[in-house]
C-alpha cells in the first residue's frame, strides 16, 4: 500500500449524522457539562502536541476539536437550564415587592445572555462538522482515484455533506428569518350610488327610418289610351290606302321645284 494512501486511511475521521447535537441524548448538570468540557479542553492540547511530534493521525486531532466544540455546547445549555429554574423559582417566591422584581429582571437577562450563547454554540458545533465532513470527502475522493476504496464510500461521504448544508441551511433561516411581505391593504367597498352612476351606459341607437308605404295597386293613374282614327276601309285595307296617301303628298313636295308657284 503507498505510504500517501497509508496515511489518507488513517486519517478518515469518524463522522455522525448532523442532526445530533448538544441537545439529544441524556441531560447533563451544570456542574457535569463544566467538567466534561475542562477535560476535553486538556484533551485537545495534550492531543495537538501529540500530532506534532507524530505520534497521533491528523484526524483524531479533529475528532477532539468535535469533542471540544459539543462539549461547550452541552455546557450552554446547561447552563440555559440552571437558569431557568432559579428564574422559575424566583417568580414564585415574590411577593411584588420592588427587590424582588429586581431579582427577576436580572436573572431575566441571564437568561437572555445564556440563550444567546447556547445559540452561538449550537453553531459552531455544526460548522465544525461540517468542516470536517468536506475534509473526509476530499480525503475520499482521493482514495477513489487510488482505487483503495468503492465509488459507494464516496457517494456516502457526499450525502453527508449534503445532509450538513442542509442542517446549516436551516439553522441560518432560524437566525435570519426572511421578512414577512406587508399584508395587501383591503379594496374599499364602492358605495350603492357610486355603483349606479360609475359605470357609463352605451349611447342609445336611432330608430331605423322605414320609407314610406306604397299605395295600393288600384290608387295609382293609369294614362288614358290614345285615340285611333277610323277611315273609309276597315282592318288593314284603311292602313294601307293612308299610307298610299302620305306618300304622294311626300312625291309631290319633292318634285317642285324651288320657288315654283303652285298652279
Known sequence: MPADASKLLDDLPSLVDPAENATTGPALTIQQAKDRLAQSQKKLVRWEKLFKDGVLSKSEVERCTVEVAEALARYEHANVTELQHQLASAKDRTPGTPVDQSLITTASDALKSAETAAGKADTQLLQTKYSLAKINLDRQRKLYQLRMISLAAVQDAESLVQKFEEQKALEDEKANPAPAAPPEPPIPPIPATAAATSVPRAPALPSPTLPPPLPPPNA??????????????????????ASAATRSTTAAGQAAPAGAKPK
Open 220 to 241: 295609382i293613374p293609369l294614362p288614358d289610351p290614345a285615340p285611333i282614327a277610323s277611315g273609309s276601309g276597315a282592318g288593314t285595307g284603311t292602313g294601307t290606302g
